[in-house]
């Protein structure tokens, strides 16, 4: 589940990146063209998938993950 989880956040940072360089990932490789506010919040939401399986992976519970997003 982590190295998944590992993936999705390499993704997210890549459509991230990718965006600035004008790279549309998901029109580019899975032929899905997302649109408004789903193109812009796209690798947040991956990245966000991506953290929690690492997290669910890494066995902390819920009250861990959200002590760990504040710390930021």
Request: proline residues 1%.
């Given at each position: 589940?982590?190295?998944?989880?590992?993936?999705?956040?390499?993704?997210?940072?890549?459509?991230?990146?990718?965006?600035y360089?004008?790279?549309?990932?998901?029109?580019?490789?899975f032929?899905?063209?997302?649109?408004?506010?789903?193109?812009?919040?796209?690798?947040?939401?991956?990245?966000?998938?991506?953290?929690?399986?690492?997290?669910?992976?890494s066995?902390?519970?819920?009250?861990?993950?959200?002590?760990?997003?504040?710390?930021?």
């Amino acid at each position: 589940m982590k190295i998944l989880g590992y993936i999705l956040i390499v993704v997210g940072i890549v459509d991230f990146g990718g965006s600035y360089v004008g790279f549309d990932f998901w029109l580019e490789v899975f032929g899905i063209n997302l649109t408004g506010i789903l193109y812009s919040i796209s690798p947040i939401i991956v990245g966000g998938i991506g953290y929690a399986l690492v997290a669910a992976g890494s066995g902390m519970n819920a009250e861990d993950v959200v002590e760990d997003l504040s710390d930021e």
